[in-house]
C-alpha cells in the first residue's frame, strides 16, 4: 500500500519519504515546487507535480496507486507574511487542504496525519505546554492551522477520517541526504549557520529584554528525523484503528537564541557575529513543549534532544550543500 504525501519535496517531508520507504512502505508524492526541490527525493519515487486542492489529480493518484493514507505537509508557513498576506494563507493552507480531504474522502482514503505547529497555541499560559493548554493563535498562520484541526475532528465524526494532528515546535537539523533549504530562511539554525559560512553578515537577535536567563527568547528544538520518526509511529496507530488525536511534538528542552548561537559557535570552531535587533511582533519569550502523550499514545521519544547534535547534523548538511539543493 502507498503514502501519499503532499509537501513531500520539502524540508520535513522528504526525509519522511526517505524513512517510509525504509521502513517498508510505498511514498507517492505531490507537491507543486513553489517551495520544495525535486531534488530534495530519492530517484524512483512517484511524484506527481501539482496542487493539494486539485481533485482531478488526486483522483488520478488514487487510482495509479493504492493509496492507504496521506501524510499531509504541504502549506505556507512563514508567520509574518501570514500577518500581511493573509489571502494567500487562508486559501493555501485550509481552502486548499479541505479540497484534498474532500478528495481523499471520495476515494475512500480515511487515515490523515496533518502537520500542526505550536503556533496553534499563541502566547502561552504556562510552559511546557501540553496539549489541554488552550488554543489562541496570535496570527494567521496559526489560525489556519488551528481551523483545519478543528475540520478534521468534524470529519472524523461524520465521515470517519482518522487523524493524527502533529503539532511541532521548532523542527531544525538535518539528515545525510536532506537538509532545510527554505528560500526565504528564518529559522535561527540556518540562520546561524549561513552567518558561519559567510552567506549573510552577521545573524540577528531579536530582542534581548525578555524575561528570560539571558534575555533572549527560548524555544524548543525539535531534530527533523525525531518528527519523521512520529509519523510512522501515527501511521501505525492509525493501521490499528486507533482513535483520531492531536498530540504535541517537541524536545521537552528550552534553548534561548544567545545559547543556540553560542553551540553554533562551539560546533563550527567560528566566531559567528551577532547584532540586537528589536523584538518582532509577536514573537512569544518561551515555547516549550510537553511532549508526554506522543510518549503515551505513540510510544514516541526524542533521539537527538542534544542542542549541539543537532546544530552538528545541520552544519554538516550546509557545509556539504552550501548553496542548498541548488549546488
Ligand atoms: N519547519 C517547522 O519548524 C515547522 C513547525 C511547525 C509546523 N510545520 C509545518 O510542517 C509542514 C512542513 O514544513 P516544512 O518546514 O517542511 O515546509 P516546506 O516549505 O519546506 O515544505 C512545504 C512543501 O509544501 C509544498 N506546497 C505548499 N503549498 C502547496 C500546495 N498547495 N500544493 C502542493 N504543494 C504545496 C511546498 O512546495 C513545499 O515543498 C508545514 O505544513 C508547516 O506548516 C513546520
Known amino acids: 500500500m502507498a503514502i501519499l504525501v503532499t509537501g513531500g519535496a520539502g524540508y520535513i517531508g522528504s526525509v519522511v519519504v526517505r524513512d517510509l520507504i525504509r521502513d517498508g512502505h510505498s511514498p507517492v508524492v505531490l507537491d507543486n515546487l513553489v517551495y520544495g526541490h525535486r531534488e530534495s527525493l530519492p530517484d524512483g519515487v512517484p511524484f506527481f507535480e501539482g496542487n493539494v486542492g486539485d481533485p482531478e489529480l488526486i483522483g488520478r493518484i488514487a487510482a495509479e496507486h493504492d493509496i492507504e493514507a496521506c501524510m499531509h505537509f504541504s502549506a505556507y508557513a512563514y508567520v509574518g507574511e501570514s500577518v500581511e498576506q493573509p489571502q494567500r494563507y487562508f486559501h493555501n493552507n485550509v481552502i486548499e487542504t479541505l479540497r484534498l480531504l474532500d478528495a481523499l474522502i471520495v476515494n475512500n482514503i480515511k487515515k490523515f496525519v496533518f502537520s500542526s505547529?505550536?503556533?496553534?497555541?499563541?502566547?502561552?499560559?504556562?510552559?511546557?505546554?501540553?496539549?489541554?493548554?488552550p488554543q489562541n493563535p496570535t496570527n494567521p498562520y496559526g489560525w489556519t492551522k488551528f481551523m483545519i484541526e478543528r475540520v478534521l475532528e468534524s470529519y472524523d465524526k461524520a465521515y470517519d477520517l482518522k487523524f493524527v494532528a502533529?503539532?511541532?515546535?521548532?523542527?531544525?537539523?538535518?539528515?545525510?541526504?536532506?537538509?532545510?533549504?527554505?528560500?526565504?530562511?528564518?529559522?535561527l539554525i540556518p540562520l546561524v549557520l549561513f552567518a558561519a559560512q559567510g552567506r549573510i553578515p552577521h545573524v540577528s537577535i531579536f530582542g534581548d529584554d525578555y524575561?528570560?536567563?539571558?534575555?533572549?527568547?527560548?524555544?524548543?528544538y525539535i531534530h527533523?528525523?525525531?518528527?519523521?520518526?512520529?509519523?510512522?509511529?501515527?501511521?501505525?496507530?492509525?493501521?490499528?484503528?486507533?482513535?483520531?488525536?492531536?498530540?504535541?511534538?517537541?524536545?521537552?528542552?528550552?534553548?534561548?537564541v544567545m545559547e543556540v548561537i553560542e553551540a553554533a559557535r562551539k560546533v563550527t570552531g567560528l566566531p559567528i557575529e551577532a547584532k540586537m535587533a528589536p523584538r518582532r511582533a509577536g514573537d512569544p519569550s518561551k515555547l516549550i513543549g510537553d511532549a508526554s502523550k506522543a510518549k503515551s499514545v505513540l510510544g514516541w521519544q526524542p533521539r537527538i534532544p542534544e542542542l549541539e547534535r543537532i546544530i552538528e547534523s545541520a552544519w554538516k548538511w550546509h557545509k556539504n550543500n552550501p548553496s542548498g539543493y541548488s549546488n
Open 211 to 220: 524575561p528570560t536567563p539571558d534575555g533572549t527568547a527560548i524555544r524548543d
Open 224 to 256: 527533523v528525523s525525531d518528527l519523521s520518526n512520529a509519523h510512522l509511529l501515527a501511521l501505525d496507530h492509525l493501521n490499528s484503528d486507533k482513535p483520531s488525536e492531536c498530540i504535541n511534538l517537541g524536545n521537552g528542552n528550552g534553548y534561548s
Open 166 to 187: 502533529l503539532r511541532y515546535f521548532n523542527a531544525c537539523g538535518a539528515t545525510d541526504d536532506c537538509g532545510e533549504d527554505h528560500d526565504p530562511e528564518t529559522h
Open 117 to 133: 505547529t505550536c503556533a496553534t497555541f499563541g502566547e502561552p499560559q504556562y510552559t511546557p505546554i501540553d496539549e489541554r493548554h
